[in-house]
Structures are given as structure tokens and as C-alpha cells.
């Protein structure tokens, strides 16, 4: 993986056969007000990083390839795309590597070689961890800030593809989560995510809505898909990182959030598979538009 250091490899083989997520049925009504009053208070909800290993595309099992490159990527993934934000602590150690299926040394090392890059930290005590310090690696330890036509020329033409396979596979997903029974948990992680996506922070304001899209991709039931939204999520985020905020184009974006979010909760997949897809197109359109 470019820009994280080079540690100890050596292959590594499952250690444990992993737990799918439970998919837990609920009563499907329409809108983000009846998700809230379906979920109860959002405050009687525990944060999923306090007890468990958020359900993360990225946490899924480790296949094929040199177990410690690939568990670096995870974990770089998940700190990329805002799974795990700056302050926030890495999932428990031992849960983290059965979600994984990788074993602890090869956790263990792959924490330290990014430690190493800027990205984590280590803290001791009762109320210690492993810590995001970054989402950038450490000066001297590879990256950079290129604007955005020179990503888009590195790109090239893989930059159109990324954009044609994430329109088809995002409304795939808010179809897929609409069609779907969602337990009371995952509608309030959804009108959650939506109301965290209205940040207009510049410097958090891409963060919350890659967790967003990522929260439809969970809930769509679909791991695989989840695992691609990632992984294209990821493609397209220095790039979306690097476009100016402009307020009037995140009004239209939030509105549509809305939308797509609404008609997940309502039941309604070909609504919310419309929506999705002219939301993608408007992002596609915007960045031909910048880098033109």
C-alpha cells in the first residue's frame, strides 16, 4: 500500500471462522420522523465502537494476499472514510482480529506500522487504546495534498469508470435497504448518519457524508455490496476532498440525503434508487464541471 511503511509480513491464515451480522426485523414506517419515534431516544442507543465492532464494510475477513498488506489497507480504509474518526479508539483488539479473521501478532503489527506512518497512537490506562491520531500519514511518511485536477490527471481514466460503478452500485443499495424489514437500531443509524451529514465544516463536511453513503451501504444486507461502496468510496475521496465547498451544491446534496434517507425508511426502493442515482450524477456532473 503506497505511503505505509514497510513492516514484518509473513502470511497468516484464519484463526477464527467469523460471525455474520445479525439482521434483526422491524416494523417499516415512513420518514425520519417515524424512524425516530420507532427507535425511541437516540441517547437509550449504545455507540456500537463502546461494546462491539461497528458493522463496517471494512471489517470483513481477510482473503488471499499477504494478511499484514491487506490489514493495513483495512485499517487505513476505515480511518480514510471516516469509520473511525480522529480521537475515536479502534475497536477492541480481539474483536477487531476475529471480525478480521487475522491473527493478534499480525493485528498487532500491522497497528504499529501505522503508528509508525502518523496514523495511530497508543495510549495506556483504564481508558487506553489504540487511537486515530490522523487521517494523514505523518510528514516524511509518504502522501501529500495535490489539488484536484492533478488527482483527477492521476486518475485518468479510471476516473469515469469509479464514477459510472458508483452510481450503480449506491442505488443499488438504497433500493436494496428499502426493500429491507430494518430492525429499530439501523433506521436510527440512518437518521443519525443524515443528521451528521449536514455538516458544513469543511474540514469534516466529506467525512460525514462518505459515513452517510456508507450507512445506506450497510444497510442494504448486502456485505459484498458494502465491501464495493467502500472500496469506490475510497477511489473518489482525495478527489471529493479536493473540490472547493460550495454552499449552494451542499444544500442540493443535503436535500437529496433527505430524500434518499426518507425513502429508505418508507419502504419505498424505486423512490429511493431515482434518487440515489440523481444524486450521483450530480456529483459526477460537478466534478467534470471543477476539473473541465
Given at each position: 500500500m503506497a505511503g505505509a511503511p514497510v513492516g514484518t509480513r509473513h502470511p497468516d491464515r484464519t484463526v477464527e471462522k467469523g460471525r455474520p451480522m445479525p439482521i434483526n426485523a422491524g416494523t417499516a414506517e415512513s420518514g425520519v420522523a417515524a424512524a425516530r419515534a420507532a427507535s425511541g431516544e437516540?441517547?437509550?442507543?449504545?455507540?456500537?465502537?463502546?461494546?462491539?465492532?461497528?458493522?463496517?464494510?471494512?471489517?470483513?475477513?481477510?482473503?488471499?494476499g499477504n494478511a499484514f498488506e491487506i490489514t493495513v489497507a483495512r485499517l487505513v480504509q476505515a480511518i480514510k472514510l471516516g469509520m473511525v474518526r480522529v480521537g475515536e479508539r479502534l475497536p477492541a483488539e480481539r474483536e477487531l482480529a476475529e471480525r478480521l479473521q487475522v491473527s493478534r501478532v499480525t493485528l498487532r503489527?500491522?497497528?504499529?506500522?501505522?503508528?509508525d506512518a502518523g496514523y495511530l497512537e497508543s495510549r495506556r490506562g483504564r481508558s487506553g487504546g489504540t487511537f486515530v491520531l490522523s487521517a494523514l500519514p505523518a510528514r516524511g511518511a509518504g502522501g501529500g495534498s495535490p489539488d484536484a485536477g492533478e488527482l483527477a490527471r492521476e486518475m485518468g481514466d479510471r476516473l469515469p469508470d469509479?464514477?459510472?460503478?458508483?452510481?450503480?452500485?449506491?442505488?443499488?443499495?438504497?433500493?436494496?435497504?428499502a426493500n429491507r424489514s430494518l430492525s429499530a437500531t439501523e433506521r436510527q443509524h440512518l437518521v443519525g448518519a443524515l443528521a451528521a451529514s449536514r455538516d458544513r465544516d469543511p474540514v469534516t463536511r466529506r467525512v460525514t457524508d462518505s459515513r452517510l453513503h456508507l450507512a445506506v451501504a450497510a444497510a442494504s444486507g448486502s456485505p459484498s455490496l458494502a465491501a464495493a461502496i467502500a472500496d469506490v468510496q475510497l477511489t473518489l475521496d482525495r478527489l471529493l476532498a479536493a473540490i472547493p465547498v460550495i454552499a449552494r451544491n451542499l444544500d442540493h446534496s443535503d436535500a437529496q440525503h433527505t430524500r434518499i434517507i426518507d425513502a429508505i425508511l418508507a419502504g419505498d426502493p424505486n423512490g429511493a434508487r431515482l434518487v440515489m442515482e440523481e444524486h450521483c450524477d450530480g456529483t459526477a456532473e460537478l466534478l467534470r464541471g471543477l476539473l473541465a
Open positions: 437516540a441517547a437509550s442507543i449504545p455507540d456500537a465502537n463502546a461494546t462491539a465492532v461497528p458493522a463496517f464494510p471494512v471489517w470483513r475477513p481477510v482473503r488471499g503489527e500491522a497497528i504499529a506500522a501505522l503508528r469509479a464514477l459510472d460503478f458508483r452510481r450503480v452500485l449506491e442505488s443499488g443499495a438504497a433500493a436494496l435497504a
